[in-house]
């Protein structure tokens, strides 16, 4: 299996654009997870899916951003529009179980101007 | 809502000395994972545990879990260049796995 995929790896933007960030889980999967990581705040959940279905999403900071699981091997994270401040990694992980150890993807480096 | 805390936030130390990162939880866990994030990559996971008191050992990494199952610690001896990057605690509460801020480990040749 390639684990983990995300794409793309890096995004710059200017403020205001939209941002659609992709991720592939590990085939079997049931648990898909959106995290964003800063110097600041660290590495932060802001989503996670079970069986496509979002569970929690209160991590999520504002109505900006929104996720979406089509099927078993798709996840997007969209941010409309895009700030500053929403400069930072993002990574997806996926795991077999919630309470299992999770494969985090390569993650996309966002920076927005 | 459920809390992790990770302390130090930065450690520095000479290659070949111990180090040890420590995590708290404001809940008690069902269980506590760690994950190493080497500079400029993803975390990835090292070692989960379950039982109160577990200690589990990877070669030079020594895992603890404690008695309350709210804390635990990662030890590592005899430090070596390998062993720079950031390490994570995560805690297993009721719902999902929180993440601590984590250690970063640097290390002087």
């Not at chain 1, 049931?30 to 069986?51: A, H, K, P, S, V």
């Not at chain 2, 990770?6 to 111990?18: C, F, K, N, S």
């Amino acid at each position: 299996d390639a684990g983990v995929i995300q794409s793309p790896r890096h995004e710059v933007t200017e403020m205001g654009q939209e941002v659609t960030l992709r991720c592939k889980p590990i085939s079997g999967h049931d648990y898909l997870f959106w995290y964003r990581q800063t110097m600041m705040r660290g590495l932060e959940l802001l989503i996670y899916f079970n069986n496509n279905v979002p569970i929690d999403d209160s991590g999520m900071p504002e109505d900006r951003f929104s996720a979406k699981m089509p099927n078993a091997s798709f996840s997007t994270l969209k941010i409309q529009p895009s700030e500053p401040r929403d400069s930072a990694v993002y990574f997806c992980a996926s795991s077999l179980r919630d309470y299992n150890e999770q494969f985090f993807g390569p993650g996309t480096r966002l920076t927005v101007l | 809502g459920q809390q992790v805390m990770q302390i130090p936030q930065y450690q520095h130390v000479q290659e070949g000395e111990d180090f040890t990162t420590y995590c708290n939880s404001s809940t008690t866990l069902s269980n506590i994972q760690w994950y190493k994030q080497r500079p400029g990559g993803h975390p990835v996971f090292l070692i989960q545990l379950v039982k109160s008191g577990e200690v589990k050992k990877q070669k030079r990494l020594t895992f603890q879990f404690g008695e309350a199952k709210k804390n635990s610690s990662l030890h590592i001896t005899a430090t070596q260049t390998t062993d720079v990057g950031t390490y994570f605690c995560a805690g297993q509460g009721a719902q999902k796995l929180v993440f601590g801020q984590g250690t970063r480990l640097t290390i002087n040749p």
